[in-house]
């Protein structure tokens, strides 16, 4: 069948229409906003890459949250901000530290929010890097593998202990999901489910998060843990260990430049698979919009449907409340 007979434009002629033969559609059930947790009280530091977001002390975590949740978003993750680094990242599983407190606060003020805690370690380290430092066996300098494993292990025991329903390991190290899921379990918290970033690319599009969270790597680059941007079938063996390793939801990160990958992905495990809307597709939409060169409101809501047309279920974005509120 072909023109005349066919004249795909009649199913576009309408907004009615247009509604019936839609297919995807975006929910704010498929939300979950990041959020930048530092310490103090009353903190309200807007974050100068990212427009609209901001570094916020646990007494306004809480207040934005409850906003968060009246607009329906299901779930926020907490990337926190500590006062002290040192070469170890010790203070990612420090129980007054950020996460933590605002965990514990979150937990019984808003029970029914899904409460994520990101697992990693460069924005606890002095030095930027996921995990600690060291000689690697052919004596080049690198981020310890084996070494950085018990201590991811010890955050999100921490995390779980403090209130999160979901730890999301963003490192890049191997193995660590069946460390957190040993760690976990033998802890008795065999209830707390992992998020793992499966696919996580060495991307430029972290730029902005960078500038929020302090972690820019104070030597070198992450290009050694995180993944080349040219590959896709090793983000299907990504995948796979970490399903292996006992990940209940993988991730591929960033989402726009990736959108590929998600949807090798989904179509190949057929599990519940979360993108990330990262920072810098946040910021260059925001920057487009504030210069007048596009509708950012548009921008935002099409990237956002992008990601779940091609095959995301949950999206992690910066956008989450406005586009809760819009679709509210
Ligand atoms: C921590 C982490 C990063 C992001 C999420 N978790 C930064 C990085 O890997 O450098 C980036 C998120 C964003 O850009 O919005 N490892």
Request: no cysteine; charged share 30%.
């Given at each position: 069948m072909s023109f005349p007979t066919q004249r795909p434009r009649r199913l576009r002629r309408?907004?009615?229409?247009?509604?019936?033969?839609?297919?995807?559609?975006?929910?704010?059930d498929d939300l979950i906003a990041p959020l930048f947790v530092c310490t103090g009280e009353g903190v309200e530091e807007a974050i100068p890459s990212m427009p609209g977001c901001s570094r916020l002390s646990v007494d306004r975590i809480v207040a934005e949250c409850r906003e968060l949740a009246s607009v329906g978003v299901p779930g926020v993750i907490l990337f926190g901000i500590p006062d002290r680094k040192d070469p170890e990242g010790t203070e990612a599983w420090a129980e007054a530290g950020p996460i933590p407190r605002a965990l514990r606060a979150l937990r019984s003020e808003l029970p029914e929010l899904s409460l994520w805690a990101d697992v990693c370690l460069c924005e606890y380290t002095d030095h930027g890097h996921c995990g600690p430092v060291g000689e690697?066996?052919?004596?080049?300098?690198?981020?310890?593998n084996d070494r950085t494993l018990p201590s991811l292990a010890r955050a999100a025991l921490a995390y779980a202990a403090a209130g999160a329903d979901v730890v999301a390991p963003s490192d890049m190290m191997d193995g660590r999901v069946g460390a957190l899921r040993a760690a976990l379990d033998e802890a008795g918290?065999?209830?707390?489910?992992?998020?793992?970033?499966?696919?996580?690319?060495?991307?430029a599009f972290y730029g902005?998060?960078?500038?929020?969270?302090?972690?820019a790597p104070a030597f070198g680059?992450?290009?050694?843990?995180?993944?080349?941007?040219?590959?896709?079938?090793?983000?299907?063996?990504?995948?796979?260990?970490?399903l292996e390793q006992g990940a209940d939801v993988v991730m591929v990160k960033p989402a726009l430049a990736y959108l590929d990958v998600v949807y090798r992905v989904k179509q190949r495990f057929g599990v519940p698979v979360a993108a990330y809307?990262?920072?810098?597709?946040y910021s260059m939409i925001?920057?487009?919009?504030?210069?007048?060169?596009l509708d950012g409101?548009?921008?935002?809501?099409e990237a956002l449907v992008s990601i779940r047309r091609a095959g995301a279920d949950i999206i992690l974005t910066y956008f989450a409340k406005d586009a809760a509120r819009l679709l509210a």
């Open positions: 309408t907004e009615t229409m247009r509604r019936l033969v839609r297919e995807t559609r975006l929910s704010p690697g066996p052919d004596g080049r300098v690198e981020v310890l918290r065999s209830d707390v489910t992992i998020v793992s970033y499966a696919a996580k690319y060495a991307s902005p998060f960078r500038d929020a969270a302090g972690s680059d992450r290009r050694a843990y995180q993944m080349d941007p040219g590959n896709s079938d090793e983000a299907i063996r990504e995948v796979a260990a970490d809307n990262v920072s810098g597709e925001k920057a487009a919009a504030a210069e007048g060169w409101t548009r921008a935002a809501m």
